[in-house]
């Protein structure tokens, strides 16, 4: 089954620096790559998601980048605010059945 | 903006108990899932639903856990005999294709 891990664990920036995020998984088969957010007691929120088709994605801020060859894919958010401070979860899809999820990565913006 | 909706918030159960966990998701949408995160960790599959049947389960979701749709809104997930590492968050998600979209989540603490 698919595996994925995520890097960094924890990052901090200061405000209006860019954060990236990276993920790996394993299973080529794997077709479609949705990033979360999770804000403190709530549930994970869709920010950005990229299919296997697109090498690049781009909504605001927030940019998701591809490399299937390599099996790798990263998240960029740019001018980064107070209100982006939350874990970013990156996710592939298993057999188009369920996600398969990192571990997650804890992003702390500084005013 | 539809959501997924989740009752209760919080549950707390004595350990042997049974407890159901509700999801109503969002209308149109015809996948179904539940997913559960132990405090700190990362989301983890618990199963998926597709035309009033399981179309997929996680080595997790063993036989103290079970799954329905009880009526066209509705989608629950039972927890029998519940034990002390059964606490955690469950999430709910329904999707009409690959984009999946979370509740809130129900935190579940046996006691």
């Known amino acids: 089954g698919e595996n994925v891990e995520q890097h960094p664990s924890t990052l901090s920036v200061q405000e209006g620096d860019s954060a990236v995020i990276k993920c790996t998984y394993s299973?080529?088969?794997?077709?479609?790559f949705p990033w979360y957010k999770q804000e403190l007691g709530k549930g994970p929120q869709l920010i950005i998601d990229?299919?296997?088709?697109?090498g690049e994605k781009k909504d605001q801020r927030i940019a998701v980048t591809l490399n299937k060859t390599a099996k790798h894919f990263s998240l960029h958010i740019t001018e980064t605010q107070p209100e982006d401070s939350a874990v970013y979860f990156c996710?592939?899809?298993?057999?188009?059945?369920?996600?398969?999820f990192g571990p997650g990565t804890r992003l702390s913006v500084l005013p | 903006e539809p959501e997924v909706t989740q009752t209760p918030s919080h549950q707390v159960t004595q350990m042997g108990q049974e407890v159901i966990l509700r999801c109503v998701p969002i209308?149109?949408?015809?996948?179904f899932y539940w997913y559960r995160q132990i405090l700190g960790q990362k989301v983890e599959f618990l199963v998926s639903?597709?035309?009033?049947?399981?179309?997929?389960k996680s080595e997790i979701f063993d036989d103290q856990f079970s799954v329905e749709r009880p009526d066209g809104s509705n989608f629950t997930l039972k927890i029998r005999s519940t034990k002390l590492e059964d606490s955690a968050m469950y999430f709910c998600?329904?999707?009409?294709?690959?984009?999946?979209?979370f509740g809130p989540g129900t935190r579940l603490t046996v006691l």
């Open positions: 998600a329904s999707s009409e294709g690959d984009t999946q979209y």
């Open positions: 299973d080529s088969a794997s077709n479609y």
């Open positions: 990229i299919r296997s088709n697109v």
């Open positions: 996710a592939a899809d298993n057999y188009g059945q369920n996600f398969v």
């Open positions: 209308s149109n949408h015809l996948y």
């Open positions: 639903f597709y035309n009033n049947e399981i179309s997929e």
